[in-house]
């Protein structure tokens, strides 16, 4: 979380993406880390962006049953 935190406020891009589109709030739901979901939340993170496989992170936390992601999303 405080890495996060640390590259947010040194100006890193929200919604960069890596070779399959996923952003860091897709990784960051993927892998049920819900502080960072809301810490990227708070920072104006794009909700409607898609992955290459066309899922929003809202997708993947149903996908994976994550309700305390969900209920961020």
Request: no cysteine; charged share 20%; proline share 1%.
């Amino acid at each position: 979380l405080e890495v996060v935190k640390m590259l947010l406020d040194k100006g890193a891009t929200l919604d960069s993406t890596n070779e399959y589109a996923q952003t860091a709030l897709h990784l960051a739901t993927e892998y049920d880390k819900a502080q960072i979901v809301g810490l990227l939340l708070e920072s104006g993170a794009n909700l409607d962006l898609k992955t290459s496989w066309g899922m929003t992170a809202l997708d993947i936390a149903l996908k994976h049953n994550y309700q305390p992601v969900v209920k961020l999303l």
